[in-house]
């Protein structure tokens, strides 16, 4: 399958830990984005790469939660000193360069935080 | 900044019956419409997607979306469903950022099939 793939799929921590989820993009993609959803809700915007660079950050970036994509291939998504409403399920997508704006998204990786 | 209304959180229909799934949009501007289907503790799937040409959008499983400008809609519709389809569906707008496009997505609307 040379889909995007995220890794872990579940993650249960407690209050306060830090926790690092992992995303590989479709082989030929240069953007990769992350978004995430809670219960009830659509996905939400979080950041978004073009091979290495982070061009764009949502204000729902605070500044527990940092991204890195060091070789423009996969990323990982950290989030330190977790907290209750950062429960939620975390999506990456990644698209080629081009202009056509479709988004390939990934299983995601369900966070819980107790 | 774009937004996604959708307008019904929970359709219920019976198998083989029609169904229409609404969703609005806030820009009068150029966009880019995209339907996607949330299975059960999975990702997003693409179901059909807008860029331009003709307002009628055929997709997967059988479904098609209309485009519609003047009323800022893109309403998903299938003839006759499944148990099959029993899934949350997500309407999405692009909405420009540094060098690419973003998705803005409505609050889903969970469609359940019964027998």
């Known amino acids: 399958d040379t889909g995007v793939s995220q890794d872990p799929r579940h993650k249960i921590t407690k209050r306060g830990q830090n926790v690092t989820f992992r995303c590989d993009p479709i082989?030929?993609?240069?953007?990769l984005y992350w978004y995430r959803q809670t219960l009830g809700q659509g996905p939400e915007f979080l950041t978004y790469?073009?091979?290495?660079?982070?061009?764009?950050k949502s204000r729902l970036l605070s500044d527990r939660f940092s991204a890195e994509r060091p070789k423009g291939s996969f990323s990982t998504l950290e989030i330190q000193r977790t907290e209750q409403g950062d429960s939620a399920m975390y999506l990456c997508?990644?698209?080629?360069?081009?202009?056509?704006?479709?988004?390939?998204f990934g299983p995601g990786t369900r966070l819980t935080v107790l | 900044a774009q937004s996604v209304t959708q307008l019904d959180s929970q359709v219920p229909v019976f198998e083989e019956a029609p169904v229409e799934l609404r969703c609005n949009y806030s820009?009068?501007?150029?966009?880019?419409l995209f339907w996607y289907v949330q299975y059960p503790n999975q990702g997003l799937q693409l179901l059909l997607k807008?860029?331009?040409?003709?307002?009628l959008v055929k997709g997967i499983n059988g479904f098609e979306a209309e485009f519609n400008k003047s009323q800022t809609s893109f309403h998903l519709r299938k003839p006759s469903v499944h148990i099959s389809d029993t899934a949350e569906y997500f309407c999405?707008?692009?909405?420009?950022?540094?060098?690419?496009?973003?998705?803005?997505f409505g609050q889903g609307t969970r469609l359940t099939i019964n027998p």
């Open positions: 997508a990644s698209s080629p360069e081009g202009t056509s704006p479709e988004q390939f």
């Open positions: 807008y860029l331009s040409g003709s307002t």
């Open positions: 820009s009068s501007v150029s966009v880019y």
């Open positions: 790469f073009q091979n290495e660079a982070q061009l764009e």
């Open positions: 999405a707008v692009s909405e420009a950022i540094q060098g690419a496009q973003k998705l803005v």
């Open positions: 082989s030929e993609h240069n953007r």
